[in-house]
């Protein structure tokens, strides 16, 4: 079964750091690019940032709220995709979800949609 | 940034119903349209990719449309495990977007 796991959430005070993972399990992680999202008490849904396959250099791109901040990487060998969230703000307070992306052919680019989701790992930052 | 408007941002409805949500994009992002269903407390299910490609195990009564800037996504026979919030994505450039999400409440 495919599954996919974060963990690495918590209470944290402004300004400090955290490392939050994402587990795979059920699929070859190397194949896939992956992405995360997060979600604010009662609001909708935010792209965080994305992590291609090392086929595809393993380059990322972030959502600019966080570009700057927050880094993805990924270690294939462990199936784990990371989001290192620094210099934590009270407004990065949020559920914060990972998933897996199927890469598209298009005419002239590829593109990435979201088939499996993790259940979320709740971040939230106060003093 | 390509800007993503839904509506209504609320429906009620009854069980056996029909409902419509409706999409918008600021641009064009051709097919490149993905809607997500998500219950209070739980992460989103992937619904459709590509307009109107079911994600795999997705009940037919799930029907999307559209193309360019307009797309749909409809919901026949309404029942209760369908009461969600349902929100649409542009994955055509970075940044990814969301519509800002339909509340489907019964009636």
């Known amino acids: 079964e495919v599954q996919l796991v974060e963990s690495g959430g918590g209470l944290v005070q402004p300004g400090r750091s955290l490392r939050l993972s994402c587990t795979a399990a059920?699929?070859?992680?190397?194949?896939?690019?992956m992405s995360w999202f997060r979600q604010a008490p009662g609001k909708g849904l935010e792209w965080v940032g994305f992590?291609?396959?090392?086929?595809?250099?393993?380059?990322?791109e972030y959502a600019a709220s966080v570009k700057g901040r927050f880094s993805i990487s990924r270690d294939d060998s462990k199936s784990i995709a990371y989001l290192q969230v620094n210099s934590l703000k009270t407004e990065d307070t949020a559920v914060y979800y990972c998933?897996?992306?199927?890469?598209?052919?298009?005419?002239?680019?590829?593109?990435?949609?979201?088939?499996?989701w993790g259940k979320g790992t709740t971040v939230t930052v106060s003093s | 940034d390509i800007q993503m408007t839904q509506s209504p941002s609320s429906l009620s409805a009854s069980v056996g119903d029909r409902v419509t949500i409706t999409c918008r994009a600021s641009?064009?992002?051709?097919?490149?349209l993905a809607w997500f269903q998500q219950k209070p407390g739980k992460a989103p299910k992937s619904l459709i990719y590509?307009?109107?490609s079911l994600q795999g195990g997705v009940p037919s009564k799930f029907f999307g449309s559209g193309s360019g800037t307009d797309f749909t996504l409809t919901i026949s026979s309404l029942q209760p495990e369908d009461f969600a919030t349902y929100y649409c994505?542009?994955?055509?450039?970075?940044?990814?977007?969301f519509g800002g999400g339909t509340k489907l409440e019964i009636k």
């Open positions: 998933a897996r992306d199927i890469r598209v052919a298009g005419t002239s680019d590829y593109y990435y949609y979201m088939d499996v």
């Open positions: 059920g699929f070859t992680f190397g194949d896939y690019a």
């Open positions: 992590i291609r396959t090392k086929d595809y250099g393993g380059t990322t």
């Open positions: 641009q064009g992002i051709s097919n490149y």
């Open positions: 590509a307009a109107s």
């Open positions: 994505q542009q994955y055509y450039s970075f940044p990814l977007t």
